[in-house]
């Protein structure tokens, strides 16, 4: 837990381990999909929760970063859909 929660506001064991259970999870479960397949809803719901962790004074801006790149990806992946249905 140590560096992400270096100078956090989570004091107990036990909230740090829930917050780097979801951290992993949201790992694992974007290492395992494929891009396209990753709903724009579902990634704004993540960085919320990304959020609230952080206004905690988690130490995430790395993974809301690599978050907010996957999301302009999606979107970027989805305009050129739309502009390849178009021709």
């Known amino acids: 837990h ?29 290492k395992d999909k494929v891009l396209h397949k990753i709903t724009e809803d579902e990634l704004h719901y993540i960085i919320a929760f990304v959020n609230e962790m952080k206004s905690m004074k988690v130490d995430i801006e790395w993974l809301l970063l690599r978050l907010e790149e996957i999301l302009e990806a999606r979107q ?12």
């Open 2 to 30: 140590g560096d992400v929660f270096k100078n956090s506001m989570v004091s107990t064991t036990t909230l740090r381990s829930i917050f780097l259970g979801v951290i992993c999870g949201i790992i694992l479960e974007l």
């Open 76 to 87: 970027i992946l989805e305009q050129s859909c739309m502009i390849k249905e178009e021709k």
